[in-house]
Every structure is written in structure tokens, then in C-alpha cells.
């Protein structure tokens, strides 16, 4: 046989030859050969099941021509394929009448009607009418089967395709066929709600209109939506998304299949926040905080507000300011931001994270891996974060990869992951001894040196707990560096574009295009004019500053340091030293409301630009509705300060700020325009060129448990007190309250039955919380989750400590 | 969730083991639940998903897939009079009606002492002997109206040897641990079993 014919198999599709890969759906290849067979239950990212029929077609491998479902049986040389004759036609007709004798026709009140499968496959291939005369099949209209998703079983057509999704895709077999025949039904099982962090997906998947989602319900019909392709933002993943508007309000999101990125795949938070930006409490106007009492902050115009914003910032002068946030803009924004505070205020005390990411040393320096990387990788060592929990759909795509390809994944870390049950190996050590367990492993004779010493290893690295520095994950770093110097590394950072941020230098000592400021490229050089000489502070120093006085102006741009920096006690005393705090912001955090003068921004959906993914994937952001009140784009409050100061950005438009990203930014050079605005970014563009020769700082070693105290560990959940899901009716009931969970060996050993509340007590403070016992968390440590409603642990961390360890007190 | 008693629960460790992978002790377990309770619980299925390592839910979809596990309480004896072809030729409907009138409940109900429920139930592989009924799924045939009301008595009277709703045999298969020959998962068996070889010892 020769080699073109193990690679290629020709199949004849209604008349016509086709090429075809061995192994692939009789569908799948007439897909690409631009021949559709319509279809129910086949969906190309999961694996046949053959439930609808609705794909038999006429195949003929040379016993004379039988009807085949399409999407069950493999190509195979020679094939002859008709999925137009008369068999075929009779069978399409048959299946549809079965598929109708039981679905309502209530289509003129279904929110599918107009987009709907079922419906456009009738009039294409349906017999016109019924002959089915009975009565119909009836169940209570629709049930709520979670918060977010409402199923209606009379509408259902029984294609397999959520309960096939929850249980392959999402590893959530939560809703599952019950009964049998004529009664069988997608159900739950009875008051254990379908409460995945991908139920929404189900929706867009459903081709009847069984299943709906909470926050689209009856909003808008399908034809009344305007639609434009852009990328989710919710975290730094940048799953691409269809966002849908209708009369000047968002809607709905549908994910858009990317291979590179989400496979069509959304999570509920990134699918169902848009309600956020259609809230009623958006900030549209100005604000400043009242002469007269200064508890409350008054309506203001734009022109007074920048006028003494720029008055702020000139007193302060370039020493005594600082900018903490933007990781909420676009790269356009953001480089804005950068020329802004560099070339006109003349600082470089700018930081983009909170003190709860990675040293941008490690997120630009390190050799990076691409999302598919990892899952083409023999190994996929995770030190770090929940991912679950921070980037979910990098969780379902390592998931998807150990549970369908031969990636293993190998975790590390002190706490129980939502990795944990796909992964071949979840090693659990101290908080803050990663680098420790990690480094005993590959000197051991265990198998699993030896797969990670010899295969390719993709490392996922970001900070396990927001109750540790840094540190541990530098020690991490430097250690793979050293031991596996093959591995390649992805950040886990969460913040929405955190990564375009970094890439435009909002992190101190970098410049746009993943330069040191020390060494600015001839074009920056010569754009810019002015570049600080020293290397600012990061957010963390800025507040300590801060808080010893040594900062006269604090502008937070998007930042809500009180919620999100680590250490709330040093958050709350920067903010109250500091003169004059001026917020540029989409809603009143908490942050916000102790701000002095307050600019309020357009949010996602109401401004155009591109956003960086963790992999450094460049993708399009657009405008799909137009901003509320008197909002501004981030840009436009750059250049409008620069110039009440005497400077000019010389930015007027974010085509002239790519035009000029691309001149300045080394790492960008090529990525023109015409390629940001052309379809390449449908995919993405991927830009990978780093000029840093990696310099890692040497970490703090971690001190020991003094066998008194419990380590507290500190990770974030899906489900927050974030802005956007506060803001969002649908999501906010969703958080969890707060509670500390501790081993149940410790709590017996301290005499404290499970469920009372305990006095805690850390160096920051002491605060009653209740406890509960829980053997998933190690011994010796305690559990409570970061930024929770009603409590977070922010106010027990002393974010200038490695680790954190807490006391508890019977009351 | 404790369902199980702390012999039930034993026993369902030992049937757990007989399998390469706990799910699929699945169907066993729920016997072994329903003949617990005389029907599966809630609890009971939740505490078998945790048993098996699966969710209730797919615990739930595989139960309510067999109409012989009951999801609601049901009478000590389940009496399925046979309503298809033969039977009702051979008058399986009077029979169901003389029934209904005698315990006083439709099929498909329970008595209030909790001791018949009453069902129509599809062929019972004995159409000779039409019409026939089960009593807890054991066969009764060619079953006159005057025989239902003698066998109603038998089994109040409990001289009889038709065991309670959900006890499937008098005697357990019991395999002690040293007996096991240890699950090995499809995916590790590398080559045919011993048995299969000619000689028998390869």
C-alpha cells in the first residue's frame, strides 16, 4: 500500500469524489466537502451516539446501497455515498414526523423558534404534515433544572447531546436520561441541581428549545439580534465569543468554535455576565467627592473632573504617584496608559496586577507554551491555582486532553483541585513547598521523574494560594528552569486581559513589546521622548508607600484594591493616606466609593480594540452597543490628562495606537493593522517573541509551620463577589457565604465541634468566622476561599509575608 | 449518606470488589437497596453513586430504566397480573377486575395496609398458562378469580414461601476475600485466559 493511500481515503459523495481521513465520520468528511447532511445528536467536539437517525444517508461499500446514520459509520475506501435520493428522502421524512409526533408546536413562544434546528430541518426535509392525530405527550412546562438553565421535556428530542456534554466535556454527569420508551425524560436527580460551571453550553448546543437559559429567557427573538464576533475578557483565556444584542442591549453570548482556544465551549460566568453592563447601577456621569461632606461623591462634568485630576497628578509630581489596574483594558488602552504614565507623568510606579499574580519577569521571560502545547504535551505539570475555579475552559480543555488524548496531567499543590479527577498524579505538599515536592519527585527513582525528564512538559505556573507570595512560584520556576529545561510554561493568570497589560508595559520596569526599560526600542525611544531611568514600584510597594505617606495621588484603573489586593488592612490604609484617589471605573466598588474623584469607562461590548489571551494570542474586541451616559474609553482619559498636563499621547484613534503598538513594541513588529482587522484574528494572532533574557529574582525561602497555627490557604472560586457577577442579576445569588475549613483531626484536636464559630486570628487581625470540618484539606492548614460575599480572606493576609498562618479560638 | 445497614454496607463492599470498576456493581447495589427497604430510596441511590464513584443523578438514570425497581414504596407483595395477548383472551381482564374490587385499590396502587400492590403488567413468557400472574415475580398459573382469593389468603396468612418485595434469592453468593481472584480492569488483560488455551496451563 503506499503512503497516499494510508493517509487518504476517497469516498464518492453524491457523485462527486471526495478525500477523506481514515477513521473520520462519514459526516465529518462530507462537512468538509461542503455537503450537509442534516443532523441532530452529532456534534463535531463529542463522540458519536447515533441516537436521532435524522443523518441516514445511502451508503454503498459494495453491497448495493443501505440507509446508514452518517455520523456512526467510518469512511472507508471506495465508498459511494448519495444523501439525496429517494431512501434517503423517505427516511429524512419518517424520522422528522417520529421527532414531531411529540414535540409541541408552540414554536411562536419557544425562544428557539427562528434559530432553530428542528425547525429549519422540517421545512428543508420534513413531509410537509402529520399523520400522528393523538394526543401529545405532556410535562409540567418548563423546570428550572439549575439557577441558570430551565428545561422544558416536552420539547425535547431526546439527541443526547447535554447529558452527553455534561458528562464527556464537563466531567459534571449531573443531568442524565431517567425512564424509559415513551417517558423518557432529561432529569436531575431530585434536588441536586445541574449546578456545572458550564451549564450554559448545554443551551447553545440544545437544537430544540428544551433547554433555555435563565438570563435570555423571553428577552428577544432571533431575528430581532445583531450580532458581532468578538473575544471574552472575563478572565485571560479569550474564548471567542458571538456577542448578541438587541435594541442597544447585550443579550446573549454564544461561544464561537476556536481550535486554538475554546472549542465553542463558554463558562457560565464569562457566557452570563453581560448583564452587568446593562446594569442600572453602571457609573455614567463623573463623580467628585463633596466639599461639604466628605461622605458622599457628587455628580460632576468631565471637564471640571479632569481638570483637577490633572491638578492632582502635577502636585504630586512623578515620585509621589501611583497607578495601580488595568488589566480590564484593551491593548490599545492599555498602551495608552503606558505612553501616558511614562512620557507625560514621567513614572513608572504603574502596575497592571494586584499583588495576587505572577512577577512580570516570569509571565514575559519564561519560554512560553501555547493552550494547545499543553494539551499535545506528554505532560502537563500544574503548580498553581485552581484552575477550575480561575480559567475554566483551560480546565475543560486539559480535561478534554487526559481524557481523550494521552496527555497526563501531574498536579501539585496543597489543596484538592477540580484537576484532581482526571489527573494521573495530584501530589499534595505544604503551602508554599511545591518547589520542594517537586524537586524530591524528580530525585526519587519514582516513574514519574523519568516521564518528566524525558517527555515534553508543559507548565501551568501561577500562585496556588492568594495567602502566599509570590516566592513559591518564582522558587518553581527556577527549579523547572534548572531540572526540566525543556519544559515550556503557561501563566495562569486570571485578570481579563492581565497579558496585553504586561505585553504594554503596565507592570513596572518594562516597556511595550516585552522590552526592560532600560533598554527601550529607537522607535519607543524617539515616540516617547521621556522614559523614567528607575524602575517604579509594583502595586504592592505602591501601597506600602502609600500607607507610610510616600504617595501623594493614587489613580486605580479598574482596580478595586480593598477586594482584590491581598492584604485588605494595607489596602484600606494606602487609600486613606493617600491625598487624592481618582477611579477609573464601570460600577462603584468598594475601592471606588473612598475614591476623590471618579471617571467613569466604557465596558466590554461598548468599546472596540484587541485583547491578549495568557498565551499571548492577539484577538479582536468590538463594539456592539453604545455606551450609557457620558461614558469615555480608557484612551480618550489618557490623552484628555496628557493633555491638561502640558503633554500630547499624539493618539487619536485605537487604529493609530495599534499602527503605533506595532512600530514601538519589538515583540509586535509585523502584526500590522491590516492583520489585526483582517480574519487572522478569528484564530487569533499568536505572538510569542520576547526580548528578556530571563532574570529570575531569588525567592524567599518559606518559613516552617510552627505546629501552633494553621497555614491559611486562600484560592478563588468561580463564583465571587467579582464586580461583574455582583452586578449581574442572575449570578450574584450564585456566590457561596464564606466559611473556614479546617481538617476535622485539627478541629477535634482544638475541642471545636464542626459548624460553631471561632474566633481567627492572624497578624492583620481577629475576626469570628464559622468553621467547618473537611478532610479534603490537609492537616495543618486551613481553607477560606478569597473574596466571597460577606467576608473575604483578604482581611487575614499580610500580603509582605511568604505565608500566612491563622490561629483559631473557641469564642 | 448512610442508607445501608452495616451488614448491607459490607456486603456491598464485597460486591464492589468482584468488579474491575465500582460502576459496575451499580445494578447489583440497587437489588441489594431495594431489598433493604422493599423499594430504592433517594438515600439510597445517593449513597450508592458514592459507593460506585458516580453522581446520583446517573444513579437515578440507570434505576429508572427498570420498571422492577421501584422508586415509591410499594406492598410487601407486587402482584403483576399479565394483561397482553393470551392472558387477556384467556380472561385476564375479569381477573384484573375481580382484583381491583377484592383489595380495593386501582393497578398500580398499594392497599392501606401496605400489604398488595396491584399491577397490569406486559407477556410473562407463559401463555399457555393464561392468564397468569406474579406474586413478587414469582409465576402463578391459570389463575381463576376463586384461586386469586385462596392465594390472597395464603399469603396474608403467612403460610407461604413467596418472600418479601425486593429479596431476590434465599441463598448469597458469598466470595471471602481469599477466594477472590482479583478484578483485572479489559484494558490489563493482555492475553486469553488460562481456560481458553488448549492445554489449559499455558
Redesign the interface.
Known sequence: MSEQDVNEISVTVNGTQIEAQPGEMLIAAADRAGVHIPRFCYHERMSPVGMCRMCLVDVDTGRGPMLQPSCMVPVSEGMIVDTESDDTKRAQEGILEFLLVNHPLDCPVCDKGGECPLQDQTLAYGPGESRFIEEKRHYEKPIPISDLVHLDRERCILCDRCTRFADEIAG?????????GNSTQV????D?PFSSYFSGNTVQICPVGALTAAPYRFKARPWDLEENESTCTTCSMGCRIAVQSSRNELVRYLGVDVESVNHGWLCDKGRFNFEAVNSDERLTSPLVRDPDNQRQLLGTDWGSALASSAEAIRRAGPQRIGIIGGSRLTNEDAYAWSKFARSVVGTDNIDAQLGDGLPAELVLGLPPATIADACEADTVLIVGPDLKEELAILHLRLRGAATKGRTQIVEIGATATGSEPYAQRSIRCESGEAAKALSELLNSDDPLAKQLRDGSVVVVLGRSSVAESADPAVATASLIQSELPHATFLAALRRGNVRGALDMGLTPGFLPGRTRISNPSAMLAQKWQQIPEEQGLDTSEMLQAAAAGQIETLILLGADPLSDFPDRNLAAEAIQKVKTVIAIDNFVTSSVAQADIVLPATAYGEQSGTTTNIEGRISRVTQKITPPGSTRDDWMIATELAWRLGGDLELTSKEDIWREIEQVAPSHAGVTLERVLSNETLEGILVQETSIDLNLPVPRDTPIADGYGLRLISGRKLWDAATTTTHSPSLRHLAESPSLKVHSNDLERLGIPTGTEVRVISTRTTENLTVVADDNVQRGTAVLPFNQPGGSANRFIDATAVINDIRIETL | MTFFTDDNLALAEEIIGRYPKPRSAMIPLLHLAQEQEGWVT?EA??QIGELVG????????TC????MFKRHPVGKYVINICTTMSCALMGAGELMEHAESRLGVRAGSTTSDGLFTLEGAECQAACTEAPCLQVNYRHQYRVTTDQFDELLDELASSDHAVPDHGVLSQIRQHIPKDRSVGAVPPEEVKAAPVWLSEDGDS
Open positions: 459534571d454527569p449531573l443531568i442524565q436520561f431517567t425512564e424509559r432529569l436531575t436527580f431530585p441536586e | 433517594d441511590m445517593t458516580t453522581t446520583s443523578a446517573e444513579v437515578l438514570g429508572s430504566f427498570y420498571e
